[in-house]
């Protein structure tokens, strides 16, 4: 597996391309804009884009959906309650000052277990809501992919609509906790990190 991290957007969004090496099929997690440079990475690298998923459905996530869904035909895929925040991701982008593009609807809605197969990849579904209510990571062969659930040293916001505190500190120890220490953390801003050392250091999980 090649994973490779693109900060994309205004916000700095971490988006992921995240490739298998035998097939080349690449999964976009989270494409928040500069859809034109994320498909021209992908080419340089011999590869092809076999889906595009978004752990929530806030706009600084979703930007680059509509462009690299019309340029691939690939799925889109995120969770039922992403669809409804997507909605809304005009007016959140308005918030900040900012225009997003229009996201189509998902051709693919997952649920908590699901998986994802990405050429010899799999990927299995946690859906962790606390942040936004459709809030899923992807977990498989050692990675992580949190959006905005759990950032190095910090957890995503939660004064934002749908958004729960004790929700998201609840899903992260009791569903992430478990996951192996040395599993590798890709948060959807800022560096990455890991499973053991978020449990051990991060102050808003109760550690320290």
């Known amino acids: 597996m090649n994973v490779r991290v693109v900060p994309v957007g205004p916000l700095q969004v971490n988006c992921y391309l995240v490739t298998c090496d035998e097939s080349k099929e690449c999964m976009v997690v989270d494409p928040g804009a500069d859809a034109a440079k994320l498909l021209d990475l992908v080419s340089t690298a011999g590869e092809k884009v076999d889906c595009i998923v978004n752990t929530h459905g806030h706009f600084d996530h979703i930007g680059g959906n509509r462009?690299?869904?019309?340029?691939?035909?690939?799925?889109?895929?995120m969770h039922p309650a992403a669809v409804a925040v997507m909605k809304n991701a005009g007016r959140q982008a308005a918030?900040?000052?900012?225009?997003?593009?229009?996201?189509?609807?998902?051709?693919?809605?997952?649920?908590?277990?699901?998986?994802?197969?990405v050429g010899t990849l799999t990927f299995k579904v946690l859906h962790v809501p606390g942040h936004s209510p459709g809030s899923i990571c992807l977990y498989g062969h050692g990675h992580l992919f949190v959006g905005d659930v759990l950032f190095a040293g910090s957890v995503g916001r939660t004064d934002l609509p749908g958004g729960s505190h004790d929700t998201l500190i609840e899903g992260i120890q009791g569903k992430l906790w478990a996951l192996?220490?040395?599993?590798?953390?890709?948060?959807?801003?800022?560096?990455?990190?890991?499973?053991?050392?978020?449990?051990?250091?991060?102050?808003?999980?109760?550690?320290?």
């Open 95 to 117: 918030a900040f000052g900012l225009t997003v593009e229009a996201s189509p609807q998902p051709d693919r809605l997952l649920e908590e277990g699901d998986e994802i197969f």
């Open 180 to 208: 192996p220490d040395e599993t590798v953390v890709c948060p959807g801003h800022g560096p990455k990190t890991t499973i053991g050392r978020e449990k051990q250091h991060n102050p808003f999980c109760g550690a320290g």
């Open 67 to 77: 462009e690299l869904v019309e340029a691939t035909g690939v799925d889109l895929l």
